[in-house]
């Protein structure tokens, strides 16, 4: 009995700082899964007869910033891991990433292109999420993760963009 108590009061600390304790990651990891949803995507409706397809004038007022009108597309460049080969090409307008498109995933090996195939567009959405190239890992495709991130960044980079 005289221990009982020495060794509860030492369980209960230990489950308290085991608690208490935090991990910091530099890249956060995503598992690879079938796709949820095989329902297409929605798309815009189209124009109603007589609709005016143009933008709206500019508006005048207290704003004292401009974002050009035209888009810029720069491709990345193309990184090489143990599976394949991996580019990006990225399109921004003005201070907004816009698209980011796989030029090349890796596509050498069923697996290596079912994984791709999975990857790439969860990939792409991170991105256009994060607006940058921090961008979470996805379990499974680690390396090719790792090379779309790497390429995604040096075309950020070359277009100048500081999202």
Same mark, same amino acid.
């Given at each position: 009995?005289?221990?009982?108590?020495?060794?509860?009061?030492?369980?209960?600390?230990?489950?308290?700082?085991?608690?208490?304790?935090?991990?910091?990651?530099?890249?956060?990891?995503?598992?690879?899964?079938?796709?949820?949803?095989?329902?297409?995507?929605?798309?815009?409706?189209?124009?109603?007869?007589?609709?005016?397809?143009?933008?709206? /004038? /500019?508006?005048?007022?207290?704003?004292?910033?401009?974002?050009?009108?035209?888009?810029?597309?720069?491709?990345? /460049?193309?990184?090489?891991?143990?599976?394949?080969?991996?580019?990006?090409?990225?399109?921004?307008?003005?201070?907004?990433?816009?698209?980011?498109?796989?030029?090349?995933? /890796?596509?050498?090996?069923?697996?290596?292109?079912?994984?791709?195939?999975?990857?790439?567009?969860?990939?792409?959405?991170?991105?256009?999420?994060?607006?940058?190239?921090?961008?979470?890992?996805?379990?499974?495709?680690?390396?090719?993760?790792?090379?779309?991130?790497?390429?995604?960044?040096?075309?950020?980079?070359?277009?100048?963009?500081?999202?």
């Amino acid at each position: 009995m005289r221990r009982a108590l020495p060794v509860v009061l030492a369980t209960v600390g230990a489950l308290v700082l085991l608690a208490s304790f935090h991990t910091t990651s530099t890249a956060p990891t995503r598992s690879i899964a079938a796709p949820k949803s095989t329902r297409p995507a929605a798309t815009a409706p189209p124009p109603q007869p007589g609709a005016s397809t143009t933008a709206p /004038p /500019p508006q005048t007022g207290a704003s004292t910033t401009t974002v050009p009108a035209t888009a810029v597309s720069t491709d990345g /460049p193309t990184v090489s891991n143990r599976f394949g080969d991996v580019q990006v090409r990225v399109t921004v307008k003005g201070n907004q990433l816009t698209d980011v498109e796989a030029l090349q995933l /890796p596509q050498d090996r069923e697996r290596s292109a079912y994984i791709s195939s999975i990857a790439g567009p969860e990939l792409r959405r991170e991105a256009l999420r994060a607006q940058s190239a921090r961008i979470d890992i996805i379990s499974g495709a680690s390396y090719t993760s790792e090379s779309y991130r790497e390429s995604l960044q040096a075309a950020l980079d070359q277009a100048g963009f500081r999202g």
